[in-house]
C-alpha cells in the first residue's frame, strides 16, 4: 500500500524539531508529494528542567511519551536523538531508519576566557560520563548539574567556569561558541549524535524510511549500543563507547569509570565490521572481566535502590524517594477511560479510588447521604467537593466488606472501575460501572530490579505479559489484594502496606546500600 500522509511525533525543544524536520525534508527529498503533519509531544524530560537525568528515573524520559503517541495510533513516527532511546524498544514498534552521523564529540565552553584550567573550576554538565572523564584529566575541578535547552545551558555555562556539552547538537543550531573546544580525547555516549527514527512494526513504513537509513551508521551504532547494554549502564554510569573508520577496519574505543573519574577500565582495538552483530556484547564482557565488572559493583553501591514503580509520580513524590534512597522509574500501567453512567437509589454508596472519586464530582449532590470511600485520596476528593453526605475512610475493600457485615447494611452501590480485586456482587452490592480500567501491557528495557512498588492486580499482571521480571524481585504493595496478586503470579518476597498511602508503600522498602 502507497502511503500518501505521515504523522510524525516531535518533542518541543528546539533541537528536537530541528532534528524532526530533517527527517521530514529528507522524506521530500525522495516523496515530493507526501503530506506529512508534525506533532508536537511534551515528554516527562520537558516539563522536568530542574532534576539531574539520572534520577528522574523513567526509562527512556525522553522518549516513552513519542512511543506512546505511536502506539495508540496518534502518530505514525517519532524522531529521537538515538543515545536517548532505550536499547529495548516496546512491543510493536521497530527502529526504522538511522540517519548519517554529522558529529560525535563533545565540546567544553568556558564561562570565562580568563580562566586558566588548572585553576579549582565549578564546571557544569549532566552526565556522569564527561564528569567522570574529564575529573580524570582535571581532578582539582568541581561539578555542577546542568539541563535546560541549549539557549539556557549556554547562558548558564557563561556565568560559571564552563560546560560541556555535545556538540551536534549546538552545530546543528547554530550556536556552538567561536571559543568552544571540541574534546577529541572524551569518548562520547553510544550512538551521540545520530538521528533515529521510530515506528511501528509495518513493511510499507519500513520501505517508505528504508531511503533515509544509512546503514554503515547503524552497524556502528550497534556495536556502540550492544556494550552499553552487554555491560548493563545507563545514563547514570560513566560509559563511552565510539566506533569509527580505520582504512578497511573500524576502531573501537570503550571506556567504563569510577564517578570521580580515578579508575577507568578502557577498551581500543581494531574490529573487523563483518562482525558488527556480535562485536558490542563481545567487548562488554570483556571489559567486565577487565575490571568492570567492580566499578559497576562500587557505582551500584552508591547510587539510590533502582525500584520500579507501577504508577506514575509527581515531582513532590520522586523528591520524597529520593531523600529515601529510593529511585523511582514510574510507567504507566493502566489505561483509564471515563464511562456514562447514572447515580441509581440507594442508602449508601462506595467509591474506590481516587479516579472513580473524580467521576462522582458532577453528581455529588444525588449521592445518598452515606458513602464508603477506600482510600485517602478518594475520601481527600469528595471531601472537598460539595458533598454534604457523611463520609467514611476505609484502607481496603476487605474493611468496607467487613464493616458492612458486621453492621448488616443493604441498599448499597459501588461506583468505580469495571476491574476490581472485589467481587461486589457476591456481597448484595451493586456495581455502577464509571470507569474501564485496563493493564496497558509494557515492554521493558530492563528486568532486573531492586524492588517494585505496585498499586493495584492490574499493574501486577500488565508487566508480566512482555517482561521476564525474577520472582525473586522484592515487591511491596499499596493493599493485601495488590499483595495476594503478586504471589498468584509466583512472585516469593511480597510485602504489603499496613496504611493504603505512597508514602506507607516507599516505608516498606527500608533501602539500605546494595
Not at 555535545?166 to 580525547?185: F, H, I, Q
Not at 566499578?295 to 513524590?317: F, R, S
Not at 471515563?338 to 462506595?350: C, R
Request: aromatic residues 8%.
Amino acid at each position: 500500500m502507497i502511503r500518501t500522509s505521515l504523522k510524525i511525533a516531535s518533542r518541543t525543544s528546539e533541537l528536537a524539531l530541528y532534528q524532526t524536520n530533517a527527517v521530514i525534508s529528507e522524506l521530500h527529498l525522495h516523496y515530493p508529494d507526501l503530506l506529512i503533519e508534525l506533532v508536537p509531544v511534551k515528554t516527562k524530560g520537558d516539563k522536568d528542567q530542574h532534576t539531574a537525568l539520572q534520577d528522574l528515573g523513567q526509562t527512556g524520559i525522553f522518549t516513552k511519551a513519542l512511543d506512546d503517541c505511536i502506539l495508540s495510533g496518534t502518530t505514525d513516527l517519532g524522531v529521537h536523538s538515538f543515545k536517548d532511546y532505550p536499547t529495548v524498544l516496546p512491543e510493536g514498534l521497530e527502529l526504522l531508519a538511522v540517519l548519517p552521523r554529522d558529529g560525535y564529540y563533545d565540546a567544553f565552553i568556558p564561562g570565562d576566557n580568563t580562566l586558566d584550567l588548572n585553576d579549582q573550576l565549578t564546571i557544569l554538565s549532566g552526565s556522569p560520563r564527561r564528569k567522570a572523564q574529564w575529573l580524570r584529566k582535571y581532578p582539582n575541578h568541581q561539578f555542577q548539574n546542568l539541563r535546560g535547552n541549549m539557549n539556557t545551558r549556554l547562558a548558564k555555562i557563561k556565568n560559571s567556569g564552563g560546560g560541556i556539552v555535545s556538540a551536534p547538537g549546538l552545530e546543528r543550531l547554530d550556536l556552538l561558541p567561536s571559543n568552544a573546544t571540541l574534546l577529541k580525547w572524551m569518548i562520547p555516549a553510544p550512538a551521540q549524535g545520530v538521528i533515529a527514527v521510530i515506528g511501528r512494526k509495518s513493511k510499507t513504513l519500513k520501505e517508505l524510511l528504508s531511503p533515509l537509513s544509512h546503514q554503515e551508521t547503524y552497524r556502528k551504532n550497534t556495536i556502540e549500543r550492544d556494550f552499553m547494554s552487554g555491560v548493563e549502564a545507563g545514563c547514570a554510569s560513566p560509559l563511552g563507547a565510539l566506533v569509527t573508520t580505520q582504512g578497511d577496519n573500524w576502531y573501537f574505543q570503550g571506556i567504563l569509570l569510577s564517578e570521580d573519574g580515578k579508575k577507568q577500565v578502557l577498551i581500543q582495538t581494531l574490529v573487523n565490521p563483518k562482525y558488527w552483530k556480535t562485536a558490542g556484547t563481545n567487548f562488554a564482557k570483556e571489559l567486565l572481566e577487565n575490571g568492570g565488572k567492580q566499578i559497576m559493583q562500587e557505582i551500584k553501591a552508591k547510587q539510590p535502590l533502582d525500584v520500579l514503580c507501577l504508577k506514575e509520580i509527581t515531582l513532590k513524590e520522586r523528591q520524597w524517594s529520593l531523600s529515601m534512597g529510593l529511585k523511582l522509574h514510574d510507567i504507566n500501567v493502566l489505561t483509564l477511560l471515563p464511562e456514562p453512567f447514572y447515580v441509581a437509589k440507594s442508602l449508601f454508596f462506595i467509591v474506590g479510588s481516587s479516579f472513580g472519586a473524580q467521576q462522582l464530582l458532577p453528581k455529588v449532590n444525588e449521592l445518598p447521604e452515606h458513602g464508603f470511600c477506600i482510600g485517602n485520596k478518594a475520601f481527600e476528593i469528595l471531601k472537598k467537593s460539595e458533598y454534604n453526605g457523611v463520609l467514611k475512610l476505609f484502607a481496603t475493600s476487605d474493611e468496607v466488606l467487613t464493616y458492612i457485615a458486621e453492621k448488616q447494611l443493604n441498599s448499597i452501590i459501588y461506583y468505580g472501575a469495571k476491574n476490581t480485586s472485589a467481587d461486589w456482587a457476591h456481597h448484595q452490592i451493586e456495581r455502577r460501572i464509571t470507569y474501564l480500567n485496563n493493564a496497558t501491557f509494557t515492554r521493558l528495557s530492563r528486568q532486573k530490579w531492586d524492588a517494585i512498588a505496585a498499586f493495584s492486580p492490574l499493574g501486577v499482571k500488565s508487566i508480566l505479559r512482555h517482561n521476564e521480571i525474577p520472582l525473586e524481585t522484592p515487591i511491596v504493595t499499596i493493599g493485601p489484594a495488590t499483595a495476594k496478586a503478586c504471589k498468584h503470579h509466583g512472585f516469593t518476597n511480597v510485602s504489603s502496606a499496613k496504611v493504603s498511602t505512597f508514602m506507607e508503600v516507599l516505608k516498606l522498602l527500608n533501602p539500605t546500600k546494595k
